[in-house]
């Protein structure tokens, strides 16, 4: 069995390859996470990355499911916004009567600019996945932004197989969920 078929479910050709690929590559990190040629420091680090290539599975697979339930328009937001027409009589610099009307505007919304968190709030907000999910994901999107070593307060060198395990149930979730949608 192929890597990229263990994505078969993945209507896009392009992405189910990527996730084939991202897939194979985790497998190579948790050997290498696991083996005794390796100090405590490389294995977090290997961990580190396994972790940050399943939260990029997770976030395909939520991107794949809320297109498939949603599309650009139906996530656009329509926002009142009040519109100064007229300055009637200006008071002081920083006072003045004005005329204006509340306007209507439509936020165009592009599934290609969103982020993680945004589309597990989608995903939670539409009911396409459980609260509890979404709070399971959102950890994971944590873990993942571990990768931004210059806002780290401490030497980072601590993830663990137990890291890695929580990791892998939120991607299993996830892809269950996105299989059986």
């Given amino acids: 069995m192929t890597q990229e078929s263990k994505f078969s479910f993945i209507d896009n050709e392009i992405l189910r390859g990527n996730l084939g690929i991202i897939f194979d590559h985790i497998l190579e990190l948790i050997y ?18 396994t972790t940050i290539y399943t939260a990029s599975i997770i976030e395909a697979l939520l991107l794949c499911l809320l297109k498939k339930h949603k599309n650009e328009k139906d996530l656009a937001r329509t926002n009142m ?34 982020n993680l968190s945004q589309i597990n709030t989608l995903c939670k907000e539409h009911k396409l996945i459980s609260s509890e999910l979404s709070k399971r994901v959102d950890v994971m999107r ?3 932004n571990k990768l931004h070593i210059g806002d780290l307060k401490n ?22 969920l996105v299989k059986l949608s």
């Fill in 81 to 114: 916004i009040f519109r100064i027409t007229k300055e009637i009589y200006k008071i002081n610099n920083l006072e003045k009567i004005v005329l204006g009307k509340n306007v209507e505007e439509t936020e165009k919304f592009k599934f290609d600019k969103i």
């Fill in 142 to 144: 944590k873990l993942r």
């Fill in 155 to 176: 030497l980072e060198n601590d993830y663990t197989k137990k890291d890695l395990e929580f990791a892998f149930s939120v991607a299993k979730e996830v892809k269950d």
């Fill in 32 to 49: 290498l996470s696991e083996s005794i040629k390796y100090n405590d420091v490389l294995k977090s680090s290997f961990r580190k990355t």
